[in-house]
């Protein structure tokens, strides 16, 4: 089986969504009846791809699709170039690492696209108007066309199920891979000899950032924590960086407040293990990835009571209800975490490659009959214009 990942965006960092396709390639790559997995980037993306597909594996192949940084023409580049270059590459599977336009009539062979949240319905803030307005025209197109919708989570099916329940019908629950990776002892110099609180979130309104912020101040001017603690958020820049720097501005101790982004997995990792605490205050998630990680190494977790992260785990969390009363109840269980002992590493079988492997090829398999019959046909017209893309 071969199968194309496409997950050229306009990120010019490691993002979530690029993690979510890489690791979607090393997940497929250890099954044997994966033949090639074609990874699809833009070109301002080349480098940290190729720097986080470290793996060494034949069967990998990387490539750099010739589009501009602009909506335009990266939509124009789905829409009319990707069905060629699946085409030419003979691929068998066709899968949008997030949702984007298809024409699906011009695809030789199934579409499956990753629905990592309804975020255009659920937060419109994360991308203001009007623009919310396209990216739900995008999302429902992309959706409505596809042959197969990937959940990454049961609660993103659930709302899915609310808002288009005819096409839940064709929508599966895989979440995503997570393992622990094993990386030379990285640390970073900001935090050395520090004691820090950590934050791994996008700066975006979900993420809820300036929450983890007062909540930070709370207990450094309280005393609760001790003197010199350092609250590091780790992060590509957003649509909330403007307010979430006046949030530090109006704290007492701005300067112990970090801002750190396009940090590698190495460093990441360092970081989970050496923290005091991870806060996750997020008010909608569609998965909950830094969660995931953060046990995997060993963290202490203080996270917001929502579906996302009660599906990593109900045990091992501290949850804390948002509302009225959210900093006194975050900063008291960020107390109250401090007082355990740092927790061992845990097992989430579940996320596992292996498992999420096999629900893919699963999916795929259950998608290949139908396209037998027309594949020939659409296959032949676009590998005879098809053009080639330069590796990386």
């Known amino acids: 089986m071969k199968v194309l990942i496409a997950l050229a965006s306009s990120s010019g960092q490691l993002s979530g969504i690029q993690r979510h396709a890489i690791n979607l390639a090393r997940c497929l790559l250890k099954r044997r009846e994966i033949a090639e997995v074609h990874l699809v980037a833009a070109p301002w993306q080349r480098s940290f791809v190729r720097d986080a597909a470290t793996w060494s594996d034949q069967r990998l192949h990387l490539h750099t699709a010739p589009i501009g940084n602009s909506t335009v023409s990266r939509n124009l580049w789905f829409h009319f170039k990707l069905p060629k270059l699946a085409a030419q590459l003979n691929a068998d599977i066709v899968h949008l690492a997030y949702p984007v336009p298809v024409r699906r009539a ?98 975006r309104r979900n993420k809820n950032i300036s929450l983890a912020i007062e909540v930070f101040a709370r207990l450094s001017r309280e005393g609760h924590i001790p003197a010199g603690t350092r609250l590091l958020i780790v992060g590509i820049a957003g649509p909330e960086s403007a307010t979430i720097k006046r949030a530090i501005a109006g704290i007492e101790l701005p300067q112990n407040v970090i801002l750190l ?132």
């Open 106 to 203: 011009a695809f030789h062979c199934p579409t499956v696209v990753t629905l990592h949240d309804l975020y255009p319905y659920d937060i419109p803030e994360n991308f203001g108007f009007p623009k919310v307005f396209l990216n739900r025209v995008v999302l429902r197109q992309c959706l409505s066309r596809v042959d197969a919708i990937a959940c990454v989570s049961h609660c993103t099916l659930s709302r899915l199920q609310t808002l288009h329940p005819r096409l839940a019908r064709k929508a599966a629950v895989i979440p995503n891979s997570v393992e622990r990776q094993t990386h030379p002892d990285t640390p970073l110099a900001k935090c050395v000899g520090q004691p820090f609180l950590l934050c791994v979130a996008q700066h």
């Open 261 to 392: 982004n396009g940090i590698s997995d190495a460093q990441l990792d360092w970081c989970y293990r050496n923290c005091s605490v991870i806060l996750a205050p997020s008010i909608v998630e569609g998965f909950g990835l830094p969660v995931a990680e953060a046990l995997l190494a060993g963290c202490r977790v203080v996270c917001s009571d929502i579906p996302a992260f009660r599906e990593i785990s109900r045990e091992l969390c501290d949850f804390v209800s948002l509302g009225p009363r959210q900093i006194d109840a975050f900063a008291e269980a960020v107390r109250a975490a401090l007082r355990q002992p740092i927790p061992a590493p845990v097992r989430l079988p579940q996320l596992s490659p292996q498992v999420i492997a096999e629900s893919y090829l699963r999916l795929y398999r259950s998608l290949m009959p139908a396209a037998e019959a027309n594949a020939d046909s659409i296959h032949t017209e676009f590998a005879a214009t098809g053009e080639k893309q330069q590796l990386l």
